[in-house]
């Protein structure tokens, strides 16, 4: 296969992370004789800083005519002034409306290596997998914004807008995957609140009883949903929701396997490129350490070379490879428990040295 690869390492640790996950790919491709070309692209600060544009035109050139993209991560002290006329993060919400990337897939799984590094107790996350789709382009962060004069000084305001057709589109893939999975989607809202959530609810619960009757079908509150996925994270299989709840709702189950080093995403719409990065973000106060983890990022390129290139045996060798390497006992500082450790770059070693055979 040839493809034509977007890297977007953006700012901190991603240029660490990429790198690596650049050389995942390339093994891959060396492996099972596919040519990948892969290209670098700026956004988020780095871009600020070079272009005065956390995503420049060029860039959403690139990433429009590249068959997939793998992006590390944007962001950092540097540019947080709330003052600024423009932030990195910027970047990462027009790629998505360019590119029209409404469904984001993040899966939530415990490793059986690192189950200790969890924590909550084994009984608890042993064996949690869930999916998670968070709906991408709609929601409080693309609804009207502003500030206005108020009696005290100033209010602020955010509109949470949701339309039929964007809900429609999002339960529905969270309702296919589940039939090739354990067959079970969770909605949650927050409706006992929410006009959008109540406009959530009932197109949720018509799509699925009239196109999924086969799809066991429940609804928690998204507040329920925090405790519960403390408290009983097995008991999920896919989970649908908002842009919010699923941002917040996703970073408190990434410590379900003890890091968001571990932890993968894939950004879809419904034709064009895919984006996939970690979920974790730049983590500016270990960028040019070199001990980053590179985990997720591998685990990214295998959802990439999954979804977008629909290459599932290679994207299978990816994630043995990773699955390998923990069991062996390698670790990075951030999984590492207290005990010895290795580098960024160590890592990337033994993951391409397990593709490569």
């Given at each position: 296969?040839d493809?034509?690869?977007?890297?977007?390492?953006g700012?901190?640790?991603g240029?660490?992370?990429?790198t690596?996950g650049?050389?995942v790919?390339?093994?891959i491709?060396?492996?099972?004789?596919?040519?990948f070309?892969?290209?670098e692209?700026?956004?988020?600060g780095?871009?600020?800083?070079?272009?005065?544009?956390p995503?420049p035109?060029a860039?959403?050139?690139?990433?429009?005519?590249?068959?997939?993209?793998?992006?590390?991560?944007?962001?950092?002290p540097?540019?947080?002034?709330p003052?600024?006329?423009?932030?990195?993060?910027a970047?990462?919400?027009?790629?998505?409306?360019?590119?029209?990337?409404f469904a984001n897939?993040?899966?939530?799984?415990?490793?059986d290596?690192?189950?200790?590094?969890?924590?909550?107790?084994?009984e608890?996350?042993?064996g949690?997998?869930?999916?998670?789709?968070?709906?991408?382009?709609?929601?409080?962060y693309f609804?009207?914004?502003?500030?206005?004069?108020h009696?005290?000084?100033?209010?602020?305001?955010?509109?949470?807008?949701?339309?039929?057709?964007?809900?429609?589109?999002?339960?529905?893939l969270?309702?296919?995957?589940?039939r090739?999975?354990?067959g079970?989607?969770?909605s949650v809202?927050?409706?006992?609140?929410l006009?959008?959530s109540?406009?959530?609810r009932?197109?949720a619960e018509r799509v699925m009883?009239?196109?999924?009757?086969d799809?066991?079908y429940?609804?928690v509150?998204?507040?329920?949903?925090?405790?519960h996925?403390?408290a009983?994270?097995?008991t999920?299989?896919v989970v649908?929701?908002g842009?919010?709840?699923?941002?917040?709702l996703?970073?408190?189950?990434s410590?379900?396997p003890?890091?968001?080093?571990?932890l993968?995403?894939?950004?879809?719409g419904s034709d064009?490129?895919?984006?996939?990065?970690?979920?974790?973000?730049?983590?500016?106060?270990?960028?040019?350490r070199?001990?980053?983890?590179?985990?997720a990022?591998?685990?990214?390129?295998?959802m990439?070379l999954?979804h977008s290139?629909?290459l599932?045996?290679?994207a299978?060798v990816?994630e043995?490879?990773?699955?390998a390497?923990?069991?062996?006992?390698?670790?990075t500082?951030?999984?590492?428990s207290?005990?010895?450790?290795?580098?960024?770059?160590?890592?990337?070693d033994?993951?391409v040295?397990?593709i490569?055979?």
């Amino acid at each position: 296969m040839d493809a034509n690869i977007v890297l977007l390492p953006g700012d901190g640790i991603g240029p660490e992370i990429v790198t690596q996950g650049q050389r995942v790919l390339e093994a891959i491709a060396s492996r099972f004789g596919h040519n990948f070309v892969m290209s670098e692209h700026p956004i988020g600060g780095n871009a600020i800083d070079d272009f005065g544009d956390p995503l420049p035109q060029a860039t959403i050139d690139a990433c429009k005519a590249s068959d997939a993209i793998l992006l590390g991560a944007v962001g950092g002290p540097k540019w947080d002034d709330p003052a600024a006329k423009t932030r990195p993060e910027a970047g990462l919400l027009k790629i998505r409306q360019e590119l029209q990337l409404f469904a984001n897939l993040r899966p939530i799984q415990t490793w059986d290596e690192l189950v200790d590094a969890s924590p909550l107790k084994t009984e608890i996350v042993a064996g949690t997998d869930i999916l998670f789709f968070r709906e991408l382009t709609g929601g409080v962060y693309f609804g009207d914004s502003g500030r206005r004069e108020h009696s005290s000084g100033e209010e602020a305001y955010c509109e949470m807008v949701y339309s039929t057709g964007e809900i429609e589109r999002i339960v529905r893939l969270a309702a296919e995957a589940a039939r090739g999975r354990q067959g079970r989607v969770t909605s949650v809202d927050k409706a006992n609140v929410l006009e959008v959530s109540r406009l959530w609810r009932q197109v949720a619960e018509r799509v699925m009883k009239e196109e999924y009757p086969d799809v066991e079908y429940d609804v928690v509150l998204v507040d329920a949903m925090a405790m519960h996925l403390i408290a009983r994270p097995k008991t999920f299989d896919v989970v649908v929701t908002g842009n919010l709840f699923g941002d917040i709702l996703t970073d408190a189950a990434s410590m379900l396997p003890g890091s968001l080093g571990l932890l993968p995403s894939a950004s879809l719409g419904s034709d064009g490129p895919g984006l996939y990065e970690p979920i974790h973000g730049s983590a500016p106060d270990i960028a040019g350490r070199g001990i980053a983890n590179p985990l997720a990022t591998f685990l990214a390129a295998a959802m990439l070379l999954r979804h977008s290139l629909k290459l599932n045996e290679e994207a299978s060798v990816i994630e043995a490879a990773v699955a390998a390497t923990l069991k062996a006992g390698h670790r990075t500082a951030d999984i590492a428990s207290g005990g010895s450790s290795i580098s960024t770059s160590e890592m990337g070693d033994l993951v391409v040295a397990q593709i490569s055979g």
